[in-house]
């Protein structure tokens, strides 16, 4: 397993053009399968998740090729609809296939994409909200067959804004007959970018963004090209990044609008931040200031996904601040390895208590999850000394070659790839 080594206290400073938006690309890459056709969409970052999500789709016919970050897909030939256990159960994002491959073939075989380490993350509002479609589903053990042979238009009333529940339904209801309302939406901007793809290959969605997406059923979409979002929460790490090592970074390809909530978290740290076009600069020169509470909630309130990173800027913060955690019950595993680090967090059910220290100390430790890792590397460029990061495959999930984009700004992090007989070798 891949380690990062991090040798901390240089403060981050210059440019740098953030990645397309992982959570964005992998529902847009599902739901290409509603085409029979060629598709073309730009700005797919390199990461693991895209990877597994490319050979589900070569495994069930398609043509699938990532030059650059750009991908070109060709699912004319696509045949199964079948996801094979192996490769549903290497990501969670499997699940995305269901909506898609239940309209285009009537019927779809996948498994449950299991618990997770920040989570139990239940599928039960994706399954309703198919059967509100239509569709049977049959459950034994893991395996879930989904059949319908016609989806008929329906309003469904999810009891939680769930982002992945809202993009398989509307990918199922795209080529349903009928109209069909989400009520409760998620309102996250992947979830626009999901209703402008459908859109560009001839769907009739509207609403995303709100609470309430209506999509009108049309017999069939066509070939288009298009661009992903830039990823937010990369976008986030990166200004946390800059305010925890008070450097100074200058941020292109954002859309500052979708970091909103952490704009405003950060400037309440003290953080200075300027937005201008697809432009956001950081520069940090003081100590942040503590924040009384955080609350992660869906969109547009403070996401989920920058949690561990703010928490990181928070322990180094001048007095107390709580971060309360709603969406996900296991998202606190980085507060353990941070606290390794010379954090001082004490929880308490979902709510982590932040005694800011005046520094961190650099130690070896272990990503438990995506972001965690993330959090984990952040604090490493922060602290004082050497820190190995462990396990970073779960950071491979979502930034693309994290090593090289941090090195831009100025930080001294390599990767260290284990040889068989042992021997670590850096290879950037
Ligand atoms: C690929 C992708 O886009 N991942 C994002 C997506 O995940 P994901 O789509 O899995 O997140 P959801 O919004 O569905 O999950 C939020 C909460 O709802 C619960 N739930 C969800 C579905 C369901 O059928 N039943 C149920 O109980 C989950 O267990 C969780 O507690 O949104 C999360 C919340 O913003 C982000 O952290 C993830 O980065
Ligand atoms: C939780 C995340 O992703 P996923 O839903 O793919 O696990 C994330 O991106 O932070």
Redesign the pocket.
Known sequence: MDKLVIEGGKPLSGTIAIQGAK?AA?PILAASMLVCGTVTIDSVPKLLDIEVMLNILRELGCKADHIGDTVVLDTTLAHSPHVPETLMRQM??SIFLMGPLLARFGEVHVYQPGGCAI????????LTGLQALGATITESGNRIICKADKLIGADVNLS?P????TENIMMAAVLAEGRTTISNA?R?P?IQDLQNYLNAMGARIIGAGTDTITIEGVESLSSCRYKVIPDRIVTGTLMVAAAATRGHVVLQNTNPAHVSSLIHVLRRAGVQITADGDIIKVNSVARPKAIERIVTS?YPAF???LQSLVMVLLTLADGVSIMKET??EGRFKHVGELSRMGADIRVDMNAAFIRGVPRLYGATVEATDLRAGAALVVAGLAAQGRTIVEQVHHIDRGYDQIEQMLSRLGARISRYTPVPDDRAVPNG
């Not at 989570?119 to 994706?126: F, Q, S, T």
């Not at 769930?162 to 529940?165: D, L």
């Open positions: 959570n992998l969670r994002s989570g139990e993350r239940k599928i039960d509002l994706h939680f769930s982002v992945g529940a998620a996250e992947e869906p996401p989920t996904d969406i996900f």
